[in-house]
């Protein structure tokens, strides 16, 4: 599996004026702990972002080779730095978050004279924060890529991870995120972002429209509610994970999919690998930060 997106410097505040250093991103947590889900004789898991050389971006190679997540598209662009966020959480673990990425090089993804060689993945994993990234012209060179990976067999899982500060419009957004549907075979979207872009009144309205732009494999996340999953004949909800004490939310849906993604690698149906994504999910908010130390969840050995 190949996850594309960007990896960025997390400083989290843990009391005062203290901040705890982490690396974290939407699809990089997914391939952290899809990572830790699944032995690397079954998936190889990599990453596809862009990098500078400095003290944190190699901090961040670093992070990736510990978890036994691959590097080679990982690439370095000299004199620039990753992007950085800030994280409050409040008293029901629930976050906000301040950016400082509009220099990221992550912003020149499939931007050069060479487009990254997706052909060697089965799987290919991203965001709409990983389209947002990138220019238009960008864009399309990405969906294109996405569109060749279908064509010779390969999924495209997407979630429609909308945040609306990074785009210059909603309408912008949806249209984006309209392309990237069309070209995916795996949705693993939250209802209130397909509800904020196209309007939808229920997770089961977003898992039966997304099944009507023919994608086969459709899960609806809907935090503590659970999700609805696409059973193979109706919508199915699949209640969550009790958790005594919800500690930090960043990367619920995140440790979701990768739950979600490893169960169906290994041959689960779509129920129990929504059950699994519910597990996984439980684990990490139980601590604080996007990836967790956690003895259930060890990194690859």
Same mark, same amino acid.
């Given at each position: 599996?190949?996850?594309?997106?960007?990896?960025?410097? !997390?400083? %989290?505040?843990?009391?005062?004026?203290?901040?705890?250093?982490?690396?974290?991103?939407?699809?990089?947590?997914?391939?952290?702990?899809?990572?830790?889900?699944? &032995? &690397?004789?079954?998936?190889?898991?990599?990453?596809?972002?862009?990098?500078? $050389?400095?003290?944190?971006?190699?901090?961040?190679?670093?992070?990736?080779?510990?978890?036994?997540?691959?590097?080679?598209?990982?690439?370095?662009? /000299?004199?620039?730095? /990753?992007?950085?966020?800030?994280?409050?959480? $409040? !008293?029901?673990?629930?976050?906000? =978050? %301040?950016?400082?990425?509009?220099?990221? /090089?992550?912003?020149?993804?499939?931007?050069?004279?060479? $487009?990254?060689?997706?052909?060697?993945?089965?799987?290919?994993?991203?965001? #709409?924060?990983?389209?947002?990234?990138? %220019?238009?012209?960008?864009?399309?060179?990405?969906?294109?890529?996405?569109?060749?990976?279908?064509?010779?067999?390969?999924?495209?899982?997407?979630?429609?991870?909308?945040?609306?500060?990074?785009?210059?419009?909603?309408?912008? #957004?949806?249209?984006?995120?309209?392309?990237?549907?069309?070209?995916?075979?795996?949705?693993?979207?939250?209802?209130?972002?397909?509800?904020?872009? =196209? *309007?939808?009144?229920?997770?089961?309205?977003?898992? !039966?429209?997304?099944?009507?732009?023919?994608? /086969?494999?459709?899960? @609806?996340?809907?935090?503590?509610?659970?999700?609805?999953?696409?059973?193979?004949?109706?919508?199915?909800? @699949?209640?969550?994970?009790?958790? !005594?004490? %919800?500690? $930090?939310?960043?990367?619920?849906?995140?440790?979701?999919?990768?739950?979600?993604?490893?169960?169906?690698?290994?041959?689960?149906?779509?129920?129990?690998?929504?059950?699994? *994504?519910?597990? @996984?999910?439980?684990?990490?908010?139980?601590? &604080?930060?996007?990836?967790?130390?956690?003895?259930?969840? &060890?990194?690859?050995?």
């Amino acid at each position: 599996m190949l996850a594309v997106g960007e990896c960025m410097i !997390e400083l %989290t505040h843990t009391g005062g004026r203290t901040l705890s250093l982490g690396y974290a991103g939407d699809t990089f947590n997914t391939a952290v702990y899809l990572a830790r889900l699944t &032995p &690397p004789e079954a998936v190889e898991v990599d990453y596809l972002t862009r990098l500078g $050389d400095d003290e944190y971006s190699a901090g961040i190679l670093g992070a990736m080779r510990a978890e036994g997540i691959g590097t080679a598209l990982t690439d370095r662009v /000299p004199g620039t730095q /990753p992007g950085l966020y800030l994280v409050r959480t $409040d !008293e029901n673990g629930e976050r906000s =978050f %301040t950016y400082y990425r509009s220099e990221s /090089p992550a912003r020149r993804l499939f931007d050069g004279d060479h $487009d990254p060689d997706l052909s060697g993945y089965d799987v290919l994993y991203l965001s #709409a924060i990983t389209v947002q990234l990138l %220019t238009a012209r960008a864009r399309e060179r990405l969906w294109a890529g996405l569109a060749a990976a279908r064509e010779r067999g390969a999924h495209v899982v997407f979630d429609s991870n909308y945040r609306p500060a990074g785009w210059a419009s909603a309408d912008e #957004a949806r249209e984006a995120v309209r392309r990237t549907w069309e070209l995916t075979s795996i949705a693993t979207p939250t209802f209130s972002d397909e509800h904020a872009l =196209f *309007g939808d009144d229920s997770p089961v309205a977003s898992v !039966e429209r997304l099944r009507g732009l023919g994608i /086969p494999d459709v899960v @609806v996340k809907d935090g503590g509610n659970g999700c609805v999953v696409w059973d193979g004949t109706a919508p199915r909800l @699949v209640p969550a994970v009790t958790v !005594e004490s %919800t500690k $930090d939310t960043t990367a619920a849906g995140d440790a979701f999919n990768a739950g979600y993604l490893a169960a169906r690698l290994s041959g689960a149906d779509a129920v129990e690998a929504a059950a699994a *994504g519910h597990v @996984v999910a439980a684990k990490v908010i139980a601590h &604080p930060g996007a990836i967790v130390t956690d003895p259930a969840l &060890p990194p690859r050995a």
